[in-house]
């Protein structure tokens, strides 16, 4: 058994919880930024950022017990269906712990978007996510071009003059 003084004691458990720390660093991506790419299961096969090279994407990180992500939904299938052949992609990616709680909100709330499922986690950490929902706009450089936190009748506008001028950019 080792025995360590009270100072030699705070100072390894400083260093042990500095250690962990950085180990579950969180990046805060603006605009400008290059979109992290991800690779996750998704309702209808896996789904790859990097696949969507040329578009514009929406990707929406959302949980089944979020009600603002709920409300968001009706907003986001309305964009894809009307945005869809202008080259908008959208990529919800549910964040929780369970898929089986995602696959049940989709039965009530279906989506006319992809769908991915991240139940670790790794991707929101990816992008600084802090809040359900959060949406960031990639162009189609790859690039993102805005964040936005939350989601409330107010936004809808707004969003989709980004989402607008993001495709009518030259390619």
């Given at each position: 058994m080792v025995?360590?003084?009270r100072k030699t004691f705070r100072t390894v458990l400083f260093a042990s919880l500095l250690c962990l720390s950085c180990n579950g660093t969180s990046y805060a991506l603006d605009a400008g930024s290059k979109a992290p790419d991800f690779t996750l299961p998704g309702v209808q096969g896996t789904v790859e950022l990097s696949s969507t090279a040329g578009s514009v994407v929406y990707v929406d990180f959302?949980?089944?017990w979020c009600g603002p992500c709920k409300q968001s939904f009706g907003w986001m299938n309305a964009?894809?269906?009307k945005y869809r052949a202008k080259g908008l992609k959208i990529i919800g990616v549910?964040?929780?712990g369970k898929t089986e709680d995602a696959k049940k909100f989709l039965v009530q709330t279906p989506?006319?978007?992809t769908v991915a499922f991240?139940?670790?986690g790794l991707t929101p950490k990816n992008y600084g996510v802090k809040g359900m929902p959060t949406s960031f706009l990639v162009g189609r450089d790859g690039k993102?071009?805005?964040k936005h936190q939350g989601f409330k009748e107010a936004d809808r506008e707004e969003l989709e003059k980004q989402i607008n001028a993001a495709l009518e950019a030259k390619k």
């Amino acid at each position: 058994m080792v025995i360590f003084s009270r100072k030699t004691f705070r100072t390894v458990l400083f260093a042990s919880l500095l250690c962990l720390s950085c180990n579950g660093t969180s990046y805060a991506l603006d605009a400008g930024s290059k979109a992290p790419d991800f690779t996750l299961p998704g309702v209808q096969g896996t789904v790859e950022l990097s696949s969507t090279a040329g578009s514009v994407v929406y990707v929406d990180f959302w949980a089944s017990w979020c009600g603002p992500c709920k409300q968001s939904f009706g907003w986001m299938n309305a964009m894809q269906d009307k945005y869809r052949a202008k080259g908008l992609k959208i990529i919800g990616v549910n964040v929780d712990g369970k898929t089986e709680d995602a696959k049940k909100f989709l039965v009530q709330t279906p989506a006319h978007f992809t769908v991915a499922f991240d139940a670790k986690g790794l991707t929101p950490k990816n992008y600084g996510v802090k809040g359900m929902p959060t949406s960031f706009l990639v162009g189609r450089d790859g690039k993102i071009l805005f964040k936005h936190q939350g989601f409330k009748e107010a936004d809808r506008e707004e969003l989709e003059k980004q989402i607008n001028a993001a495709l009518e950019a030259k390619k």
